[in-house]
């Protein structure tokens, strides 16, 4: 896959909770493909617009890289790699370009059920495990508590059963799943959806009027939702 750029490509999730809402919003934007064998590329039909079938943590990158020129992918992972980035120096690496309206969930710290909630100070000094490490540490160091970051990929919710943590820091909608592992949510960090990522800087041929037309599409499908 080479770095066309009279064509724009739109990174969504192969498979999991975006999967199937992405496509459908895209395609009432009057978009169609054609799929490839492998199921990784869809080639635009109605507008040279394709699609990318990934990991949603991959989307970021991707669009970093170049390989993407926008994304579907929930403000979460986009704000977490956008922080991590961000230290290393190079500046705001992404744009959210628009709130999607569907993928809502909060990133909480959640304790034991059993808990008096007096607040982020009680914090101090526990160990919090969750897979968004840049956005827990960045909200510690605004509150000024020192508490320590324990980063696991998944499963974050039995970490304080297994001893790793006392609290936790992870994704609830519903709640069900910290009930079931006798939590609570405590505080939220970050009010999440489904947002199109792009690149912090506007694109400076073809892509860009392809980009517009998408947005206005977009727009209108959104305000009809609503
Ligand atoms: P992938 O295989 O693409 O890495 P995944 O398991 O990381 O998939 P999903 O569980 O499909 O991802 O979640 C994708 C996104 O859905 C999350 O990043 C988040 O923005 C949103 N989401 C909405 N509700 C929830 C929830 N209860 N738990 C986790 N994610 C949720
Ligand atoms: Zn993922």
Redesign the pocket.
């Known amino acids: 896959i080479g770095g066309g750029r009279d064509r724009l490509r739109i990174a969504i999730?192969?498979?999991?909770?975006?999967?199937e809402p992405a496509r459908a919003l895209l395609t009432a934007c009057g978009l169609s493909w054609r799929e490839s064998r492998d199921r990784l590329f869809c080639y635009g039909e109605s507008l040279p617009i394709d699609l990318l079938l990934?990991?949603?943590?991959?989307i970021p990158g991707l669009i970093r890289d170049g390989v993407c020129d926008l994304g579907v992918?929930?403000?979460?992972?986009l704000v977490e790699q956008d922080i991590a980035l961000t230290r290393t120096g190079a500046g705001p690496a992404f744009a959210e370009l628009r709130a999607l309206g569907f993928?809502?969930?909060r990133l909480d710290i959640a304790v034991p059920d059993t808990w008096d909630w007096q607040g982020p100070p009680q914090l101090a000094g526990l160990r919090i495990a969750t897979s968004y490490p840049a956005i827990l540490q960045r909200w510690l160091d605004d509150q000024g508590i020192e508490a320590g970051v324990v980063e696991l990929s998944?499963s974050v919710e039995i970490a304080p059963k297994l001893g790793q943590a006392e609290v936790i820091c992870?994704?609830?909608?519903?709640g069900a799943?910290l009930a079931a592992n006798q939590l609570r949510p405590a505080t939220t960090l970050l009010q999440?959806?489904?947002v199109l990522a792009g690149p912090a800087h506007a694109f400076d041929d073809a892509r860009g009027a392809l980009a517009e037309l998408l947005l206005r599409r977009l727009d209108g499908v959104l305000r009809m939702r609503n």
Request: proline share 0%; with cysteine; hydrophobic share 30%.
């Open positions: 999730q192969k498979s999991g909770r975006l999967a990934v990991r949603d943590d991959d992918v929930g403000r979460n992972v993928g809502a969930c998944g992870d994704l609830v909608s519903s799943t999440s959806e489904a």
